[in-house]
């Protein structure tokens, strides 16, 4: 089942990952797939899968209904399709090895209740590229433009269906424009900080398909820490089932 460099991740409530040095996930990851609150009936999809921690964490906790793993990295959707074998979710993940760009014949359009993604955080040409091609494509946009992924969304969303991301304070009109670009209306922004006396690190962002202009509400800062460096209550929350293979 695991490859050389591969080792299990427990998430919680006896499900695993597998990950590696090159394919793994971090804490805004967990952040997203909490701030996302897919609903049980919910068909969801992740762009840009990764390892697949997200659809991994969403079925430990019963939701949604389904969920569609879009990854173009064949190790990744290896590494997927294997953790899906082991926790036995075949009937609830779908793992598409593709380019989200390139998405006809694989996934009907507008069937999906959520979409969510974790896209690069650097926009091309900016940045110091890493070594690794695995870290290239999941830090630059060099597979995928910002305004590639909410286009994938906006064809795979339902009339008021949600998209939901997490990018970098500097990104944030980047993210709205491109948003509005497709139709998508940001309907709900909360900032993320490692600590109180801390600027914002990361924002968590949901836009709905074909919602109308305006109304965007901007929830309280999530806070990772207290002032002396243990995880915040609502931290501890989040990572819920997880928290006890973490602390």
């Not at 659809?55 to 879009?70: E, G, Q």
């Not at 995928?144 to 970098?168: E, F, H, N, P, V």
Request: charged share 30%.
């Amino acid at each position: 089942m695991l490859e050389e460099g591969e080792r299990l991740e427990p998430l919680g409530n006896g499900i695993k990952v597998i990950v590696s040095d090159e394919h793994k996930f971090w804490t805004d990851t967990v952040l997203l797939a909490n701030f996302a609150e897919p609903r049980r009936k919910d068909i969801a999809c992740e762009l840009g899968s990764g390892c697949g921690a997200i659809p991994l964490i969403w079925v430990r906790d019963n939701t949604p209904k389904s969920v569609a793993a879009v990854e173009i990295q064949e190790k990744a959707c290896s590494m997927l399709s294997r953790s899906v074998a082991l926790n036995h979710l075949q009937d609830k993940i779908r793992v598409i090895c593709s380019d989200l760009r390139d998405l006809d014949g694989k996934l009907e359009p507008s069937t999906f209740d959520l979409v969510v993604c974790n896209p690069p955080y650097k926009a091309a040409g900016t940045g110091i590229l890493n070594p690794l091609d695995a870290h290239k494509i999941a830090r630059h946009e060099l597979s995928c433009t910002t305004d590639d992924i909410t286009s994938a969304a906006a064809r795979l969303l339902k009339y008021a269906g949600r998209l939901c991301m997490c990018q970098r304070p500097e990104r944030l009109s980047d993210i709205i424009m491109s948003m509005r670009k497709n139709g998508i209306e940001p309907k709900r922004l909360r900032f993320v900080q490692q600590r109180p006396a801390k600027a914002p690190k990361l924002f968590l962002i949901e836009g709905k398909f074909g919602g109308k202009p305006g109304g965007l509400t901007v929830e309280p800062v999530l806070f990772i820490e207290k002032e002396g460096g243990a995880f915040s209550d609502e931290m501890m929350s989040i990572y819920g089932a997880y928290k006890e293979d973490y602390v």
